[in-house]
């Protein structure tokens, strides 16, 4: 196993760094940790449970209850909204961080803004045994139609329960519900949004003025003609993206948040269905998005695949091994995780750090310390320790390459430069993101899955 004992310092110093950094640079005038650097009015609310852990991991207690007690006069609609639209799968973060610091803490305030964000999201989402998409503050209204991204909502409310007893029967139903899907049936997969049944027009409109029509360049696990690879690229995401209300698949998070909260129900009822729709979606994945060990994040029906980003190679990974430890141990699982974790280790640069993908030329610092927790993952399970060498290697590098005067950079190149961009080139979310990746060089030590409170540390969702 990794010492800690010459390291631990160091990494505390880090840490402390990082902190400090928040309290001194990233702060608003209103006094609120903001989301971008150069710093602006946008807060980190609606990302609030990406650093509440690690903050509390190492003592800042009283700052983030600072900074509930500074955010209370702002309305729940205000700390949340984009574009006057409230979006399902934005809030989670923000019910998480409250509830763990009150949990931690105790503090009346921050029970206050919590027991409220709960009516509220309770009020504008949830309806009929569903959980609405989006909330239109200046019509007053929720559109039915479904993020399965907005299942980190459904997981948030199962660590809530025992608090907010209604929340965890509403989760089973919404669930029971999402399950019964046409596309799932077909595909084994789940659709990166589904119109219950709004018409077309107006969803279309909906999504323009928020800007979450994107296209994308897909490619064909076959090898096809000139002519027909052609084609597909044009008319295929055509079809899919605009035509048929999102139905193409994401893995990272659209697809990854309702499987891990699959996990969780089955760990917690045992029920059958859970864990038959965790094993089918796996096996859905790995034969329609994966090649030669390469992860796809994007699919598209008729065998369309593209997007080779890291973060759906790591999250993939820590589905197969948060089902083998907590659904059924199936030896082929760990082993594609194996090669799945081997194939991009040997994607590194020079300098040790991995890119986006394969073809790019600048890394993501949270990607990398996810990857580096997945691979940990495996080592657990697996017994390897080079997969745990690998964890702690890529972390320091990290640490070695992306660091600058005012916090750590978001992207650098395989030259180690940084990659400036007009703002967050220096990115708050994720500097407090990268406070995950030193606790994990200081519990190396220890198995994360025999840990309840490394096992919460270290979710992505």
Known sequence: ??????????????????????????????????????????????????????????????????????????????????????????????????????????????????????????????????????????????YRFRYYWSAGLLETFLEMAPDYEQLEGQVEDIVKTWLVNPYFEKHGLFPFRWNVDLPCAAFYELLARHGRIRRNQPQRLSSDGWMRSRLSRCKEPFTFHYLNSGLFTQIMKVNSTFIFTLIELFKRTKKEEYKEAVLRWIASVRQKMIKDDIVFGLYFPGGVVSDTSLTHTFIFVDVLMDSYVFVEQDPSHLRLAKAIVDKRLKTRWDNGLIPISPDTDKDHIDQIIDFAISSRRVAEVSGDLIYLEASRDLIEKVLCFHQGKEGFYTHVNQQGQPVHRDSNTIDPKYNGLLLKGLINLLTLDQKMYESKELTDIFKDR
């Open 1 to 142: 196993m990794y010492s800690i004992s010459s390291a631990g310092a160091k990494v505390v110093d880090v840490a402390k760094q990082i902190i400090n950094n928040f309290k001194t640079l990233y702060l608003n005038q209103e006094g609120l940790i903001s989301r971008t650097y150069p710093v602006s009015q946008r807060t980190i609310f609606d990302n609030f449970d990406d650093i509440v852990p690690f903050f509390i991991y190492f003592g800042e207690e009283s700052f983030l209850v600072e900074q509930v007690h500074r955010a209370e006069r702002f309305s729940f609609e205000t700390l949340l909204a984009q574009n006057n639209l409230i979006y399902s799968y934005l809030i989670d973060e923000y019910l998480g961080g409250l509830y763990a610091l009150w949990k931690r803490t105790g503090d009346k305030t921050t029970k206050r803004v919590l027991d409220q964000a709960v009516n509220q999201v309770t009020t504008y989402f949830i309806n009929n045994n569903d959980l609405f998409g989006v909330y239109d503050i200046d019509k007053r209204k929720g």
